[in-house]
Antibody
Framework: QVQLVHSGAEVKKPGASVKVSCKAS????????IHWVRQAPGQGLEWMGM????????NYARKFLGRVTMTRDTSTGTVYMELSSLTSEDTAVYFC????????????WGQGTLVTVSS | EIVLTQSPGTLSLSPGERATLSCRAS???????LAWYQQKPGLAPRLLIF???SRATAIPDRFSGSGSGTDFTLTISRLEPEDSAVYYC?????????FGQGTKVEIK
């Protein structure tokens, strides 16, 4: 079955960077895009960007340009999202989600990684 | 960036009643590019509707989507207690995805 499994919770200090992973299994890794969506406590969903594992192309939300980097490792079926210059406003659950190219919807989601930014 | 505005913020209804959730876009959205998700506390979102009106796999037929242009609707025809959740619409345009702020459905 399709699974997207996140790395564990992180606690970071303001100004630091965080790198969260999402390991895919149960389907052909290179045939689906992976998106990152975050959710601050008690808030809604915010799209951060996506990566195409087949060619490493990325598309980032304008808000995060220059601060987010998404990469992939095809040998392990893992996608990474690194966010730099963290502030308390980056405290959120970070989800990865799968999209069939061109489908414009996210059919499977990971369980999420809580990132807490605190001094 | 296309802004999606959902209304109402909260809907409180009894089991068996009909729920109508609205999602209005700041500019026209292709129907192929509009989806709805359900999210329960502590869980990841779940895809309900894609391409404005197509139900995702294993979604009960009491969930339906409609609309075009700037106005889209998610209807839950007969509410069940397990439908208590927050519902989000999502669109893709100008190479960017955006979500609405969500509608919370409470079951009395």
């Amino acid at each position: 079955q399709v699974q997207l499994v996140h790395s564990g919770a992180e606690v970071k200090k303001p100004g630091a960077s965080v790198k969260v992973s999402c390991k895919a299994s149960g389907y052909s890794f290179i045939n689906y895009h992976i998106h990152w969506v975050r959710q601050a406590p008690g808030q809604g969903l915010e799209w951060m960007g996506m990566i195409n594992p087949s060619d490493d192309n990325t598309n980032y939300a304008r808000k995060f340009l220059g601060r987010v980097t998404m990469t992939r490792d095809t040998s392990t079926g893992t996608v990474y999202m690194e966010l730099s210059s963290l502030t308390s406003e980056d405290t959120a659950v970070y989800f990865c989600a799968r999209e069939r190219p061109g489908a414009i919807n996210f059919d499977y989601w990971g369980q999420g990684t809580l990132v807490t930014v605190s001094s | 960036e296309i802004v999606l505005t959902q209304s109402p913020g909260t809907l409180s209804l009894s089991p068996g009643e009909r729920a109508t959730l609205s999602c209005r876009a700041s500019q026209s959205v292709s129907s192929n590019n509009l989806a709805w998700y359900q999210q329960k506390p502590g869980l990841a979102p779940r895809l309900l509707i894609f391409a404005a009106s197509s139900r995702a796999t294993a979604i009960p037929d009491r969930f339906s989507g409609s609309g075009s242009g700037t106005d889209f609707t998610l209807t839950i025809s007969r509410l069940e207690p397990e439908d208590s959740a927050v519902y989000y619409c999502q669109q893709f345009g100008s190479s960017q995805y955006t979500f609405g702020q969500g509608t919370k459905v409470e079951i009395k």
